[in-house]
């Protein structure tokens, strides 16, 4: 052959290994879509809902458990985000058995039940954050892996890595944009970004409960005490007077503490000195608290921690700039507020279960058990749109120092139509701000919501009297004790009748809440009032709608009699489509009349 042909032949050879290698490449995306796909499997009706096991089981010595872990944390919290949305989910240790040391527990189960679950053809999807779990990875035909300390997986993990890459990992995921960025680079594959959420139905600011000059931290390792001697020197030669607490034991121990600090100091200095620390929860936990969080700059705590916007960075091991930010904000007490009010703001909107979901779905390509649809029908939000703040009566009732006249079942249901409103919202009827309180708590953060009461007795006035400055003080009390005091911002309480505030109005309404005057009449005329503003895929939702038909007529019986009649009377309507209800609460769409 000339050297013509062997060129020839050499390039026909080179086009066919790169078309080997972008091939190879396409198959692993088909696998991994990666974190743009917004494509949502959807589910067979014949198709049973997979069944999610977590765990680090390496062995019967190594069972998965710990306590005082951020990884086990992490575990639970996952569980408990999927079993809201309809999965059956679990932590795998290898007895079934944990340490109890968390606030709340997800349920566990042992090896031996998984195995039993793979005989029996149940379909199990496995993933875990830790390499070395070698009884649980055993067991896994495909493995979706989450990252969260590249310390162990760019050093001695790193050749089982490659391995499991080659033969089991299906999907990865990692809550930090720099260990994204590694695996993108070392292993030329898409990667899920998932930073760390908290569990908002306890990590919460209470700022009644702050004590000013506390300075909280956490034993780092050896040079905690010795850094920590430095600060305080530094302070006390500057004439600031702080004292400071260490924190630890049990989850709900480290949130009382936290809790009562004005402010954390975050002395973490990263397992790796390159890479330093994946994403360290103490300070995301610390910002839920309501601290002013300062912490050295160790790559992960750049995932929440925007310097000098909701918190303070300072060059890792340098225990004087820890110090000259501390100094600071206690001299600058305005700074130190607009830190805490940013700090509270961002943690409690955006590292969240309700802001993770999507990306724990597509992460491990879980169909959504419950299509938007399923909103139109009478089945149910409470259980199709989890992950809102949703508290107890109790809780909400606590946050308010007053009476909340609404079922506990109604809770979910008023939470998650704000949550899903892409309107404004208005209120008919505040009384002492409960429902209030749900709506901004929940309403998207551009959503503004009204609430209107001219605060005169009317037909709920048995004991039920309630005044403008009790209202807008219960409310801003309450948004303060769930740290979402900055909604207040977004809330326009109307003193004056619900014609009054109708007579300039002139806005759409996605979402119309009624619960004000009982009588037939007075509900009646504040529908026909404000329905007209309500936009055509709108939502009415009227309080106190449902009530039993045989009742006795002067006590309430699941409902009042004004309400119900017309709820009843509204089934007959072309115009509004009853979608939900739960105990007095019923739900309406608002659709173009059908024309017969």
């Not at 946050?399 to 949550?419: F, K, N, Q, R, V």
Request: proline residues 5%.
């Amino acid at each position: 052959m000339d050297r013509d042909g062997v060129r020839k032949v050499r390039n026909m050879l080179g086009v066919y290994q790169h078309l080997r290698h972008w091939a190879g490449l396409a198959k692993r995306r088909v696998l991994n879509p990666g974190p743009w796909s917004s494509r949502v499997p959807t589910p067979r009706a014949d198709e049973p809902s997979p069944i999610v096991v977590i765990s680090s089981c390496e062995s019967v010595a190594n069972t998965g458990d710990a306590t005082y872990n951020g990884g086990v944390k992490l575990y639970n919290l996952w569980v408990k985000l999927l079993r809201q949305h309809g999965y059956e989910s679990y932590v795998v240790t290898y007895d079934g058995r944990y340490q109890p040391w968390l606030i709340e527990h997800q349920p566990h189960v042992s090896l031996q039940q998984v195995k039993e679950w793979k005989q029996q053809g149940r379909p199990l999807r496995f993933m875990t954050g830790w390499i070395l779990a070698r009884a649980f990875i055993e067991l896994a035909d495909s493995l979706y892996f989450f990252d969260a300390e590249m310390k162990y997986t760019c050093g001695a993990h790193l050749p089982s890595m490659k391995a499991l890459m080659r033969t089991k990992i299906r999907s990865l995921a990692t809550h930090s944009r720099t260990q994204q960025a590694w695996y993108m680079a070392t292993f030329g594959t898409s990667v899920h970004y998932i930073p760390e959420w908290s569990d908002e139905e306890y990590w919460f600011c209470k700022p009644e409960a702050c004590e000013p000059g506390l300075v909280g931290y956490m034993n780092e390792g050896e040079h905690t005490e010795k850094d920590l001697q430095a600060i305080a020197d530094w302070c006390r030669e500057a004439g600031i007077e702080v004292r400071f607490i260490p924190i630890s034991g049990d989850e709900a121990v480290v949130l009382e503490t936290m809790r009562r600090c004005d402010v954390y100091l975050g002395m973490n200095a990263g397992k790796h000195p390159l890479w330093g620390e994946g994403c360290p929860r103490a300070q995301q936990e610390a910002m839920h608290a309501g601290c002013v969080v300062i912490a050295y700059d160790v790559s992960g705590n750049r995932e929440y921690l925007i310097d000098g916007y909701s918190g303070l960075l300072a060059s890792k091991g340098r225990a004087g700039a820890l110090a000259g930010h501390l100094i600071r904000i206690m001299r600058d007490p305005e700074y130190k507020a607009r830190l805490r009010q940013n700090s509270s703001a961002l943690a409690s909107q955006v590292f969240t279960s309700a802001t993770r979901w999507p990306a724990v779905r597509d992460f491990l390509e879980l169909p959504e058990l419950y299509s938007a649809g399923d909103n139109e029908t009478r089945s149910g939000i409470v259980t199709r749109t989890p992950g809102v703040y949703v508290p107890s009566r109790t809780q909400l009732e606590g946050a308010l120092g007053a009476a909340a006249y609404i079922h506990p079942t109604e809770i979910p249901l008023l939470c998650a139509y704000a949550a899903q409103s892409c309107g404004t919202i208005v209120e008919i009827g505040a009384a002492f701000g409960a429902s209030a309180t749900l709506l901004l708590a929940n309403a998207p953060a551009l959503i503004k919501v009204h609430s209107v009461d001219s605060f005169v007795p009317d037909s709920m006035s048995h004991g039920l009297h309630s005044t403008e400055a009790i209202c807008r003080a219960n409310v801003k009390r309450a948004l303060q004790a769930v740290g979402r005091e900055q909604a207040l911002t977004r809330w326009c309480l109307h003193a004056v009748t619900s014609h009054g505030a109708a007579a300039s109005w002139h806005e759409p309404i996605q979402m119309l809440y009624l619960d004000g005057d009982h009588h037939y009449e007075s509900v009646r005329s504040d529908l026909e009032t404000w329905l007209p503003f309500v936009e055509l895929g709108g939502y009415v939702l009227i309080h106190d709608s449902r009530r039993v038909s045989d009742a006795p007529g002067d006590r309430f019986a699941r409902g009042w009699y004004g309400p119900t009649r017309l709820a009843k009377e509204l089934t007959l309507r072309q115009d509004l489509q009853l979608v939900d209800e739960a105990f007095s609460l019923t739900v309406w769409r608002k659709r173009e009349a059908i024309v017969k």
